[in-house]
């Protein structure tokens, strides 16, 4: 039962437009969501997240939007650097009060900026 | 920032002997400690999740007595792969939750033979 899905497992986008990578859920307690940029043989690294009191988060060329009534979330990066170029997890967590929740991720999504 | 220094990087072992994957808080102090395993092109699969000082919850499927979770101290977590076999060859990262939120390890590249 998947639970966050990333139903692109690729993109390819022209250095200088805009990325845009989605991802969807299905459980309501999920409230907060983050994005991870993963090149291979590492461990993810933190880009952006977002809570579920929030529908937009933005730092420098990372947005992230939520729609909750859709259960959907999507990173746009702007303008796309070839060193955007990775796979990016989402995943979401519903936390609670006095630690951390574990993370769900989603499968990922291949991003390739190209010249 | 926080920053979770993993150990080996990656490690090839014979079929039947045990690995130790040690995961280490530089930092920060991780009061809960995540052990998630990614095989290639696939998602990272959380295998268990534990509390310093108490027992490692482990995810459906997960076997408890094969891959043995410590986490003795704030700063230290290790994960023990029993009796390695082939199967088990993959990629396991750890993930500390403190104060700086999620801090993902480098991982670690199994391989069994």
């Known amino acids: 039962d998947q639970q966050v899905k990333q139903n692109s497992p690729s993109l390819s986008v022209q250095e200088g437009r805009i990325s845009i990578l989605n991802c969807d859920y299905t459980?309501?307690?999920?409230?907060?969501f983050l994005w991870y940029k993963k090149y291979p043989a590492e461990g993810p690294t933190f880009l952006i997240s977002?809570?579920?009191?929030?529908d937009k988060n933005e730092d420098g060329r990372f947005t992230v939007f939520l729609n909750k009534s859709a259960k959907h979330l999507s990173l746009h990066i702007v303008p796309s650097q070839p060193g955007d170029s990775a796979v990016y997890f989402c995943?979401?967590?519903?936390?609670?009060?006095?630690?951390?929740?574990?993370?769900?991720f989603g499968a990922g999504t291949r991003l390739a900026v190209h010249p | 920032g926080a920053v979770v220094s993993q150990h080996p990087s990656w490690v090839i072992c014979k079929s039947g002997t045990s690995v130790k994957i040690e995961c280490r808080s530089l930092?920060?102090?991780?009061?809960?400690m995540f052990w998630y395993r990614q095989f290639p092109k696939q998602s990272l699969m959380l295998m268990a999740t534990?509390?310093?000082?108490?027992?490692?919850?482990?995810e459906q499927g997960v076997e408890k007595d094969k891959f043995l979770i410590n986490h003795a101290s704030l700063t230290l977590s290790t994960l023990t792969v029993t009796s390695a076999h082939p199967e088990d060859s993959s990629f396991y990262i750890c993930?500390?939750?403190?104060?700086?939120?999620?801090?993902f390890g480098s991982g670690t590249r199994l391989t069994v033979v």
């Open positions: 995943a979401a967590s519903a936390a609670f009060s006095g630690g951390y929740n574990k993370l769900i």
């Open positions: 459980n309501s307690m999920f409230d907060y």
């Open positions: 977002i809570s579920s009191i929030k």
């Open positions: 930092d920060f102090q991780a009061t809960t």
């Open positions: 534990s509390n310093e000082g108490s027992k490692a919850t482990y």
């Open positions: 993930s500390g939750g403190g104060n700086y939120g999620y801090t």
